[in-house]
């Protein structure tokens, strides 16, 4: 139990920074590997949108990439928090279900 405390406050500290880079238009960053197998996807997706703004002369940043992409990056982004955090926990044990 006392493991699984511990994650929660990692969690909560990665959603605070992802929280921070939001207000601040900080650089959209590649997602680490997580183990869902997309990674690599996404990170070819962030960097077309990397070329795509700065042929615009812009940064790919949270208030200047396009809606749809940063919408979806942010809800990867609150995956990979919880899945880099609780890879050998089981959720249900968590949190009582």
Do not use: H
Request: proline share 1%; aromatic share 10%; hydrophobic share 40%.
């Amino acid at each position: 139990m006392k493991e699984a405390l511990e994650d929660l406050k990692q969690i909560c500290g990665a959603l605070s920074q992802l929280k921070n880079e939001m207000q601040t238009n900080k650089k959209l960053t590649d997602l680490p590997d997580d183990g869902t197998g997309d990674e690599a996807l996404w990170n070819a997706c962030l960097q077309c949108d990397r070329e795509l703004q700065q042929a615009e002369g812009a940064e790919s940043a949270w208030f200047v990439s396009r809606w749809l992409l940063v919408e979806c990056y942010f809800y990867r982004r609150i995956n990979s928090a919880i899945r880099l955090r609780f890879s050998k926990l089981d959720l249900m044990f968590v949190f009582d279900l």
